[in-house]
């Protein structure tokens, strides 16, 4: 059975930074693309990063610069590192292994 189990949000000040992680079970990590994505309150869920088997990398417009996606895969593990968080970040966070999702993790951006 295929699980992933987000980790690590919180609630952070503007400019402050967070690390994410998904880990994953019932499948092997490193043969299959991996994807975060987010959704604010009241908006449709936005991708935000993803990760290739060749480990290419992937970023939406609004977070390339500030965030990066990594796998662990003897770990079998993903990671968002997010850097200079603004207010706009704010939202609950999912990992992505097509087609299952994990439960998602708050990220809370507030002074």
């Known amino acids: 059975q295929v699980q992933l189990v987000e980790s690590g949000g919180g609630l952070v000040q503007p400019g402050g930074s967070l690390r994410l992680s998904c880990a994953a079970s019932g499948f092997i990590l490193k043969d299959n693309a991996m994807g975060w994505y987010r959704q604010a309150p009241g908006k449709p869920r936005e991708w935000v990063a993803s990760?290739?088997?060749?480990?290419?990398?992937d970023y939406a417009i609004s977070v390339k610069g500030r965030f990066t996606i990594s796998r662990d895969n003897a770990k079998n593990t993903v990671y968002l590192q997010m850097n200079s968080l603004k207010p706009g970040d704010t939202a609950v966070y999912y990992c992505?292994?097509?087609?299952?999702w994990g439960q998602g993790t708050q990220v809370t951006v507030s002074s």
């Open positions: 992505r292994a097509y087609p299952h």
């Open positions: 990760i290739s088997v060749d480990d290419v990398t």
